[in-house]
């Protein structure tokens, strides 16, 4: 027994998946459709975004914002789990990418609740708080240019309602975060971890899922 999270072996990994992954089709289709791409890696990995439409159920997300769409496969899983009112304001700057994905949302039958935006995502959601919009929000998941986590981390703290949830991927960084930072990407990541773990606006947990999940709930 051990109190200490388990390194994941291949056969560990396996496990957990053949024990527990439950996809739509439509899901499997896109990771399948997504395979080959050149950027593949960025995609979450499956049994994160079933943990993901676990929160956004959880938390009774309606309204929710997702920051860095790519061919879809997150919007995807947290969109199965919101109820049939449910929305993601999608905010990607490629058409490209997200192109891939749009079949697979309209296979699954969710395209109405995806309302894509491309834009830059601080323009996107700058002009939802400038509509008036703060507050309106459940659940945010954050998955864009590293670079600009901090202004999306902000800009999502004063979307979200009290209560509502901000999802934080990658914060572990493929473990670089707890080296000396050897990139912008790194030194932001850093530089995040470290103001959100004493960010009293927030719970916190950082969750070594995938490539790092940090969970903030806005208090
Ligand atoms: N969540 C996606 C998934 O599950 O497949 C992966 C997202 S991928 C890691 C990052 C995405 O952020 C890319 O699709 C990229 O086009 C987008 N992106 C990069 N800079 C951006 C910006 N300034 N505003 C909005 N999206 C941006
Ligand atoms: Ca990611």
Redesign the pocket.
């Given at each position: 027994m051990s109190n200490r999270t388990l390194n994941l072996t291949d056969p560990l990994y396996d496990y957990v998946l053949a024990h527990s992954l439950r996809e739509h089709p439509a899901q499997t289709a896109l990771r399948d459709a997504?395979r080959g791409h050149e950027r593949a890696t960025?995609?979450?990995a499956p049994e994160q975004?079933q943990f993901m439409a676990m929160l956004a159920k959880l938390t009774g997300a309606r309204n929710t914002i997702?920051?860095?769409?790519?061919?879809?496969?997150?919007?995807l899983s947290v969109a199965l789990a919101l109820p049939a009112d449910g929305r993601i304001l999608a905010?990607?700057?490629?058409d490209e990418?997200?192109r891939i994905g749009k079949p697979f949302w309209a296979q699954a039958g969710v395209a109405d609740k995806i309302d894509l935006q491309l834009?830059?995502?601080?323009a996107t959601l700058d002009a939802r708080l400038a509509a008036g919009e703060a507050g309106r929000y459940d659940f945010a998941?954050i998955?864009?240019?590293k670079i600009?986590y901090d202004g999306y981390y902000e800009r999502c703290l004063r979307l979200v309602r009290p209560g509502g949830l901000i999802v934080i991927?990658n914060t572990l960084w493929s473990g670089r975060v707890a080296e000396r930072a050897d990139s912008d990407d790194t030194a932001a990541l850093q530089a995040l971890n470290l103001k959100l773990h004493h960010d009293e606006r927030i719970d916190l947990s950082l969750l070594p899922l995938g490539d790092g999940l940090t969970l903030a709930r806005r208090r």
């Open positions: 997504t960025m995609q979450i975004g997702e920051i860095g769409v790519f061919t879809g496969y997150s919007a905010c990607d700057i490629s990418y997200t834009a830059p995502a601080l998941f998955d864009a240019d600009n991927d």
